[in-house]
């Protein structure tokens, strides 16, 4: 715009300064005096109109012309007054110099403007005199050329030159001219605000001085570059006159005027500009190294689902460099056939639509499985046409691998507790007919049957109770209410504390229970959770081991691990059902040897606390052999 509107500016002064000389040569071709009588007989051929009178104003001659366009007869204006024939006045005008002529005898001109059919016409009026033969003026010749077109021409022209003085001085950019030895000659009202000079100091001023020496083209180097295009374009800095760096744009034009080579100049100040690209050139900067920094994986695409741009992220997830995909779709890439129609047919989805898409998909990566979450979001050009899009995928493994356990987790739950509302229910099918029986027939049956009724009550209520027990036990493990304090704890004080809790029933089946222990057998671990893992393995062992068999329980150090084993010589579990074993989902149970009843949790309790003293239980097992039940913990914190 600044560039457009200078040229014009200069054709416009080249076109003023044509008009003007013009206006000069046509005027001054009509500026000739008549020096002889002998014009006279010549006028009639004359194309200007040519009028002669004497000294008293009485018109005595007139040509054709000066008849014509004042359109009078001959007859009738000899004799008479030309003020009053050509002007109907009463004496001379005052702007006349006949009166002049004849009194200095010299020629003279003067300026005529009257009203002709409503229109003010301009007539410029050369008056010569010629002499008598004593000297003196006899007659005048007086020579009436028509210059209204040229009197509206100036008129025009000055207003033209008004015009471009008042854009020169109210321009908002400021303007100067300088000579081709860079000293400014002309301004505009705009420099002396933008430079803090006055006018005063910057007529006394050069390119050169206003030029930052720092960042701008020597100036002889800057005139050869213009006077050979006649032209430039640029940008540079000023120096204000407080020392002030005054980021500039700058456009010269070469103008050649009368012969003198000069040099316009319109410089617009750029700060505001310069600030704002400055801005968004940090902020680009700043959004590139988010981008490249992102963990996130982000990507451009074109509509043939072409990679614009791909970040560094590329590299730690793909170990591809990023500009291996640009240019490419992911076929060409070489991703699997599946994958690449999903992620076209979304990217399409995308573009018709014109709004943002978020979907999920996985990829293999060196063997796994990874989940990533893609937000894919349309972007616009200027003329609000969707043409790319952004992709950014960010990998959701953990999260996802974490939502399919908890979910695992709650199918779990939830076939647990209705396992476990069954086996809450199985007591009471024994205890409700026998109440009921003893209620209705206790006066009619014998101390037997009473007994035998009270045997199974017993059992029932036992059964319940442990299952109530352990259910509590877990419960509170799940919600984090059992206090979890590792210390150093001696694991053969606790194993003989439980033998001897479990001693009365491994008598009742005359079974024997031994302890093996080699060297240190200390454990960082939290005692009560240990003890009931403890408690519960000695209790199953007894309860699936025949009458008269053996429990063996050992504790073995293996450099920073103490080992645990309960060994027993029972019925053993068969590779089936000791997959069940640790599942909360399946609640395994079995009546013992002595049709002792479990509740199922004994186990999965075990392995809540095992767990959470950072150890590890397995089990070994064959049918009517045994069992090997082994819980390996830490030594150490």
Partial sequence: MLKESTYQLKDRIEELEGELLELRNELAQNNHEFESLDVINQINGKETAISVIDTDFTIIEMNYKCLRDSNLDNNCVLGKKCYAILYDLDQPCKECTVEQVIQNKIANKFLKSYSENGNVKFEEKSVSPIFDSNGTVDKLVIQSEDITNYYHLIDKVGQREEFYKTIFESAG?????????????????????????????????SIPDIDDPNNSMDYGDRKKQIDKKGSAIFETTLISKSQAIIPVEVVVNLIDTLGQRVYFVAIRNVS?????????????????????????????????????????????????????????????????????????????????????????????????????????????????????????????????LSEMALNEALITKDKFFSILAHDLKNPFNVLLPISQSLMEDARRIGVEQIEEAATLINSAVKQEFNLLNNLLEWSRSQMGNILFNPKPTDLSRLVNSNMLLHEINADKKQINISLQKKGDTNAYVDEYMVDTVIRNLLSNAIKFTKIGGEIEISLNNLEDRLVLSVKDNGIGI???????????????????????IGTGLGLILCKEFVGQNKGDISVESELEKGSIFSVSLPKNP
Wanted: charged letters at 30%; aromatic letters at 10%.
């Fill in 173 to 205: 950019d400021a303007f100067l001219i300088h000579d081709e030895a860079g000293k400014i000659i002309e301004f505009g009202s705009q420099l002396p605000i933008l430079l803090q000079y006055s006018e005063e100091e910057l007529n006394k001023l």
């Fill in 272 to 400: 505001n500009r310069k600030i704002a690209e400055n801005k968004l050139k940090e902020s680009e900067e700043r959004f590139r190294t988010l981008v490249e920094n992102a963990t996130d994986l982000i990507m451009r695409f074109d509509r043939n689902y072409k990679h614009l741009f791909v970040n560094s992220a590329i590299q730690k997830v793909l170990n591809m460099e990023p500009d291996n995909f640009i240019g490419k779709t992911h076929q060409e890439l070489g991703f699997p056939d599946d994958l690449c129609k999903f992620w076209e047919q979304e990217m399409q989805i995308v573009f018709d639509s014109a709004k943002t898409r978020t979907v999920e998909f996985s990829l293999k990566i060196k063997d796994k499985t990874h989940y990533f979450e893609w937000q894919l979001i349309p972007e616009f050009n200027s003329q609000g046409q969707n043409d790319t899009l952004m992709a950014i995928a960010r990998d959701i493994t953990s999260r996802k």
């Fill in 574 to 596: 068969s590779v089936e059902n000791q997959n069940k074993l640790f599942r909360i989902d399946t609640n395994y149970t079995r009546i013992g040897t002595s049709d002792e």
